[in-house]
């Protein structure tokens, strides 16, 4: 099937902020085969604490019986910088010191994320993305992505995302990294630091991914003499402790900051100006009761992509229904596709 890879860049990597970083690793899965056209390339960007196989956290969107399957497909996903999953992260080895970055790690950008997914493009010969597509903080890198290379993207499949990150969304991060900051632990130059701050910072995330319907339907006690050790509490802390086994605080706390910066409007005439420059056939995805990602930011970007098609889809899950309805959304990125490809056919015929 496939295995993990590890492209190191190398030369300098210059980001966004102006500093530099030495040495960056970015570990990918790639999975099928590159065909002699070149033109069968699917690229998923993940989401905060995804990685880069993205057959295990996208199932049934993509697998060897699914819509994106190795069989017709040379799918690719790359872990971003600053993730726990092989990347150049906050516990890499900093080349100047000989010791983990900690806290000493640049702060790094959505838009730096997209530089090293473009650079890793390269380096596997990739000239054209048959389908970029990306939920959440992989739908932001997505859009970002189909903003700077425009001419590179055939269709773009944005999925509970946003053109910008909104002062709600960054309010849900920084508290999240409130409670990070509160474990004294996180100060202590140790990969296990902050591990407590990380579990409150996950419950606090879960709410914004989660709605009161589906708390409703899955938490709700049976009994009505319980006055303690309710259902809903023990899953808030089997959630944080489970994210803590396969996460570290310092990927979490950078990540997020990461997320906060998203802004395809920076350092270009205008957010509405900045979409309006993608060319890529673009479907954009909301979820009706996203908390997180409201409605209304998906609305936007589809009113600022020429030709943008938008659909929302109902989930009980609220913000998470973008990893959970792949059915729906089989359905809708199957449509748009066939669609995409009777366009194509249609204009080659004017052409001729």
Known sequence: MSTMNTYNYPKIFQLE???KLRGLQQAYQTYGKLNAKKDNVIWACHALTANADVLDWWKGLFGNNNL?????HYIVCANVIGSAYGSSNPLSINPVTGLPYYLAFPEVTVRDMVKA??????HLGIKEIKVLIGGSLGGQQAV???VTEPSKIENLVLVATNAQH???GIAFNESQRMAISA???FYAQHPEGGLKGLKVARSIALLSYRTYDAYGATQLESVNDKTNNFRASSYQNYQGEKLCKRFNAYSYWYLSKAMDSHNVGRGRKSVPEALATIKANTLVIGVENDVL???SEQKYISEHIKGAEFHAITSAYGHDGFLIETDTLTQLIGNFLKESINKKIIKFQKIA
């Open 17 to 19: 902020s102006g500093k």
């Open 68 to 72: 994106f399957n190795p069989d017709e």
């Open 117 to 122: 997914h473009q650079l890793l493009a390269a």
């Open 144 to 146: 970002e992505w189909a």
């Open 166 to 168: 909104s002062p709600w």
């Open 183 to 185: 474990d004294r632990t």
């Open 293 to 295: 990602f409201p409605l």
